[in-house]
């Protein structure tokens, strides 16, 4: 912390680390009282219910080996992992030409291409028509298609990376065209060796959505081989009868809060996993594509 001369400036540093101060609690607390029920062993939570600190010595993980024996739950994490991958790919192929040609300020029509852009997203076409258009024109009922391709390119997305392209000096791709490279060359070859930050940066927006989504799951998918994992949980949490879902007898070692509990924590693991190695990119690639000089 640099020292305050200013009161005022002081006044507001210190309102503003209280807000983020409030806003950490309510994320952590919640994230910690699923963790603590997760792990607390089924005579604790008989005796005393979830402790809101228990050693880890004390902790009980039969709640995941419940979880993680159950044959839907590896079928439909492995469904998440190949629509997450699929759409991430697919997106990042759609989203980096799209961006990068909105980002030459000398393609014709930029002007009505980026207003047209915008105007989806101000004014979505609805579910109704979407569905239609996929279920029936489409004909894409218990395809992943259906999951993936819709909501393939994010506005969003396309724009903070049309920005982030805009920064890179236009001397750079002058001198690659002057050696002979086409545009897609330059693409390939000059900007996105790069753009190493806002593709990881977008590549997570995406990752996470399609990692997360579990509405369109819903409308499209009638094959319980093809639920992901998202669905399952959903499933679970508000199931009334949980041993559909679960191995659930008198032998038992975990509560259902446990395993409930344990359920949002399997799903939560991988982008827990993955952010840490794209952390050092995602402040350059949020700040320097959210600016646009």
Not at 97 to 120: D, E, K, N, Q, W
Not at 123 to 143: C, E, M, Q, R, S
Not at 225 to 246: A, C, H, K, T, W
Request: aromatic share 12%; charged share 15%; proline share 6%.
């Amino acid at each position: 912390m640099f020292r305050m001369k200013d009161r005022d400036e002081w006044s507001f540093q210190l309102v503003v680390n209280g807000l983020l101060l409030v806003v950490l609690l309510i994320i952590v607390i919640p994230l910690w009282r699923v963790i603590m029920t997760s792990v607390t062993p089924l005579d604790v939570y008989m005796r005393v219910g979830v402790p809101f600190f228990q050693w880890p010595g004390d902790w009980s993980f039969g709640a995941f080996q419940q979880m993680l024996s159950h044959p839907d739950f590896p079928r439909a994490a492995l469904n998440s992992v190949i629509i997450t991958v699929c759409g991430t790919a697919v997106s990042l192929t759609l989203t980096v030409p799209l961006a990068y040609a909105l980002s030459t300020r000398t393609l014709p029509g930029r002007t009505v291409i980026t207003a047209m852009i915008l105007f989806t997203f101000l004014f979505h076409v609805g579910l109704i028509p979407t569905y239609l258009l996929v279920a029936k024109t489409l004909g894409w009922i218990d395809n992943m298609l259906a999951i993936i391709i819709p909501p393939a390119v994010g506005v969003t997305n396309v724009l903070v990376m049309r920005n982030f392209f805009e920064g890179i000096p236009d001397e750079i791709k002058e001198a690659a065209r002057m050696d002979g490279a086409n545009d897609l060359q330059v693409l390939l070859q000059v900007i996105l060796p790069l753009s190493k930050p806002i593709l990881l940066t977008i590549g997570l927006f995406y990752a996470v959505y399609y990692w997360n989504e579990f509405f369109t799951p819903i409308l499209y998918l009638n094959d319980s081989d093809l639920m992901p994992l998202p669905v399952l949980l959903r499933n679970i949490l508000i199931g009334q009868n949980f041993s559909e879902y679960v191995e659930y007898d008198v032998s038992r070692v975990a509560s259902i809060e446990s395993l409930k509990a344990a359920a949002v924590m399997l799903t939560m693991v991988p982008m827990i996993a993955v952010y840490p190695w794209i952390q050092r990119y995602f402040t350059k690639g949020t700040l320097v594509g959210g600016v646009k000089e």
